[in-house]
Structure formats: C-alpha cells, structure tokens
C-alpha cells in the first residue's frame, strides 16, 4: 500500500496579513492533516511569522501532530541562540516538534540581517554542527543552555550534494516543492534512498490547481516520500478539499512515532551540509 503523510503550512507566502497562527492550525488539525510546517523567511515584503513562534502557538491548540520548521536558516542565527530557542520551543511541544535546517537560498534574507549570501554553505557546516549538539546535549563546554538536552531530529532541506549529505548525516530530507518540479523532485529522491536516506519529505507543495496536486501528491507516494506538505495560499482551496485528494485509507494521519521513528534513532550531530 502507498503511505504518505499529508501535512500543511502555517502560513502563506501571497501578499496580505499572515493567516491567525491559532486558528489555522486548529481548523487544518480538524481536517486530519497529520503535521504543521512553518518556514523562516525575512525581509521579502510580506510578513511570514517567525517559525517557532507559530510553532509555539499551534502547540497550544493542537494535539496529537507534528509540528516542524521548513526551514530554519541556521546562518541567520547565532548558534546558542537558536539552540537556546528550540530547547525553549521543545519545552513547549514535547516529542512532536522537528527540526528542518537549511543554509538558505534567499539573498533577501541574507542581506536583512545583514549576513553574507555567498558564505552561507561555509556558514551553515560551521554552526548547525554546534546547534545539534547544544540541543541534544542542552549545553556544551562554554554554554550551559538547559539541565539537559532534547532528542528532537533535524532534517536537511537543501539540494545538489546535500541530497547524499542529508542522508549520511541527518535524520531526513526536506524537499521543496515550492520552485522545484515533480520530475527534478522524484529525481533527488532516488539518490536519496541511494544513499540510505530515512525519511523523505516533500514540502511547499502548490494547491493552486487541485488536478495537478492530486497528480503530484499520488506520484510522491508512489516515488516513495513519506510526507507531503502542502500549501494553501488565501485565495486557494479550502483545506477539506486539499485533504480529500488522498484516500484516507493511503494516508497514515497522526501516527507521529511510524512516520518518524527512523529518525528516533538519530545518528547525532554530525554530518552537516554545504
């Protein structure tokens, strides 16, 4: 039987005011989608909350789904102060929460904060290595962050190399369906698995034309994937209806410890990507 997680955004990346955190995760946890995603994105214009405040907010009002960033762009950041905020936001969501991490791949970001583009894959090996290991430790030889750590998985979201590296190196690989086609999406997946990859996830997948969802939705199953994250934009779909596209009996809703139990048995903080 093919076996898909289908999961959604936490918000929208369309002109307007950000979706209520509250009242969309609530309303897409009613309609079985069996995960929530948000993104970091700075300084493009529009107003994407910040991802682990929306995560922090649906912990609130959400049961029993997992709850994730898609992704953290871990250059951004000081390295004990993102580790200081996910072990705050584990505090809050318990074993539902992952982490999906990235270098980047928005120069706009970048230049808000005031970091460097073009060093963003130097960056990113540098810290995200410290920032598994403040986590899963809750400190390390100059910080003490927390009494003790959080065995939360991180996944990669990133393309080329990285592919192999996600899989030698991570708990999983995060896909985005965003810009990317089905056919390049399929493709890097195959070399994922290549490599021993365990979980595969594809997010930011468009709802703008439910046809062509429904195709890519049944195609990443068939591929293999074991979460597809979808995005629903203001203007697009209802959400029963983007849940509808998957038979129920193909789409395993809610059973966190299947979907991620490979990565439960991470494989630590080494390994990063670049």
């Known amino acids: 039987m093919l076996v898909v997680r289908l999961g959604a955004t936490l918000v929208h990346l369309g ?36 991802p682990l405040l929306a995560l922090a907010v649906a912990a609130g009002v959400t049961e029993d789904v997992e709850l994730g960033t898609a992704t ?15 072990l705050s936001l584990h505090a809050i969501c318990g074993d539902r929460l992952t982490f999906g991490v990235s270098p980047g791949s928005t120069a706009t970001d970048h230049a808000a904060l005031g970091r460097d583009f073009t060093a963003r894959f130097r960056v990113f090996r540098e ?16 910080v003490r962050l927390a009494p003790a750590g959080a065995p939360v998985p991180f996944l990669l979201g990133s393309w080329g190399r990285n592919v192999e590296r996600a899989a030698a190196g991570f708990d999983g690989w995060l896909a985005s369906g965003y810009r990317t086609s089905p ?17 595969a996830l594809v997010c930011a997948v468009p709802t ?11 195609r990443y199953a068939e591929t ?28 395993r809703t809610g059973d966190r410890a299947a979907a991620s139990g490979r990565a439960r048995s991470s494989r630590g903080p080494a390994g990063p990507a670049g």
Do not use: C, K, N
């Open 127 to 142: 810290q995200v290595t410290r920032v598994r290991a403040l986590v899963a430790a809750g400190g390390d030889d100059d």
């Open 208 to 218: 703008t034309d439910l046809g062509a969802t429904r195709e890519s939705l049944a």
């Open 224 to 251: 293999g994937f074991d979460d597809a994250i979808v995005l629903i934009e203001p203007d697009g779909p209802d959400p029963a209806r983007v849940r509808a596209l998957l038979d129920r009996r193909v789409v």
């Open 183 to 199: 056919d390049e999406i399929v493709a890097a997946h195959g070399r994922f698995r290549a490599a021993g990859g365990r979980r």
């Open 15 to 50: 002109p307007g005011d950000p979706y209520p955190v509250a009242a969309w995760a609530r309303r897409l946890a009613g309609e079985g989608f069996a995960s929530l995603w948000a993104p970091e994105i700075v300084g493009r214009g529009g107003l994407v909350p910040d």
């Open 72 to 86: 953290v762009q871990v250059p951004l950041h000081h390295p004990a102060a993102l580790a200081h905020r996910m």
